[in-house]
């Protein structure tokens, strides 16, 4: 069965880690400092701190800012749990805003519609990899005195040092699974140009020690380990291969597949996910099994789960876009181990269940 995603490890990989693994330290050594030093170069930030998860650096960005119970965050409605999840950790309230009907990035008009004064942030999330406005999400929050956190867990390539000083928010924070541009296994990373924030979260993740040894504040063990760390230097190695052809295999698709079924590329991008949409998507997924594809959905909107049901009437009624596109989007497979005939034969496969409907109607 192809998978929708998929690492790739290679021999530098395994060896990076079993070195390690053979070394004095499996935590708390060179390793981690290294990582984060080299992901500053990469993208221009000036501060990194690296930890267990995207999750964990999404949770440690919001509480590096202080806010008070029942502060609003702006954030998707449509991306992972974690996205609003992390608010809500800090005894915050998440605030579902709509999505643009073409890239399913966050609709940076409607964010507007949605501040109050309660409201002191918003999240932005690269779905699928590509970069949000970054340059009008900026100014909007600057507008509004609101700190910009960008959940760029999908988007690890797609900011780099070259990119423009007004792309980069207050806090950046990436997700290194499996599945993910680069790994670490599991893993994840706060990028920030605030020293103070830098700071805070360093403490945050390690019981809330700022030295090392007194708490200072509330904290968390969300370090990332040595091993962990080995194999993010050893991906970040191959960071340029991997974006290659992640790009190559997405240009495939976007030659190869009718355009009404594409989302629209405007920004940088990644190419995390390549993802589609298709009416009777349930249907297409049991075909595509049929054919040894497994797909994905990414995602049911976040004020559907069970847990955010009292957010529903409202969430559904300002994200109209979010409501039209949720149940026919689809992921089909991207990955840098996918070859060249597995990705014709996925084509293929679309094409003739596309070929199928019209017959049908």
């Not at 680069?182 to 103070?196: A, K, P, S, V």
């Not at 989302?263 to 049991?286: G, P, S, Y």
């Not at 991207?334 to 293929?348: T, W």
């Amino acid at each position: 069965m192809i998978n929708y995603g998929k690492q790739w490890i290679d021999y530098n990989d395994t060896e990076a880690v079993t070195n390690v693994m053979n070394s004095d330290f499996l935590t708390q050594g060179t390793k981690v400092l290294q990582f984060e030093e080299q992901m500053c170069e990469y993208t221009g930030y000036k501060y990194a701190i690296a930890m267990s998860s995207g999750t964990a650096a999404l949770h440690s960005a919001i509480s590096s800012l202080n806010l008070e119970k029942d502060s609003e965050v702006i954030v998707p409605g449509l991306s992972f749990l974690a996205t609003a999840n992390c608010v809500k950790y800090c005894d915050c309230v998440p605030v579902f805003a709509d999505v643009n009907i073409n890239t399913l990035l966050i609709d940076i008009d409607n964010i507007e519609k949605l501040i109050t004064p309660l409201t002191k942030a918003v999240i932005a999330m690269d779905y699928a990899g590509q970069m949000c406005n970054y340059i009008k999400l900026n100014e909007l929050c600057d507008k509004y005195n609101l700190k910009l956190i960008s959940d760029a867990c999908h988007s690890v390539g797609a900011l780099t040092s070259s990119c423009n000083d007004k792309e980069y928010s207050h806090i950046t924070c990436y997700s290194f699974h499996p599945v993910k541009n680069i790994t670490t296994g599991e893993g994840g990373m706060c990028l920030t140009n605030d020293f103070e924030t830098y700071l805070y979260i360093k403490a945050f993740i390690n019981h809330g020690r700022y030295d090392g040894f007194t708490q200072t504040i509330l904290g968390y063990n969300y370090r990332m380990n040595e091993m962990q760390a080995a194999l993010g230097i050893s991906q970040l190695k191959k960071i340029g291969l991997f974006l290659n052809r992640r790009e190559e295999q997405a240009q495939e698709y976007r030659r190869k597949l009718p355009k009404e079924i594409l989302l629209k590329k405007e920004n940088n991008h990644a190419n995390h996910l390549f993802v589609i949409k298709i009416k009777d998507r349930q249907e297409f997924i049991e075909y595509m099994k049929t054919n040894n594809i497994n797909c994905g959905i990414h995602y049911n909107p976040i004020y559907r789960n069970f847990y955010y049901l009292d957010q529903l009437d409202q969430s559904k009624e300002n994200c109209k876009n979010t409501e039209l596109i949720k149940d026919i989007i689809v992921s089909i497979p991207l990955f840098v181990g996918l070859k060249f005939y597995l990705r014709n034969g996925i084509a293929d496969s679309i094409n003739m269940f596309l070929r199928r409907q019209e017959d049908e109607d």
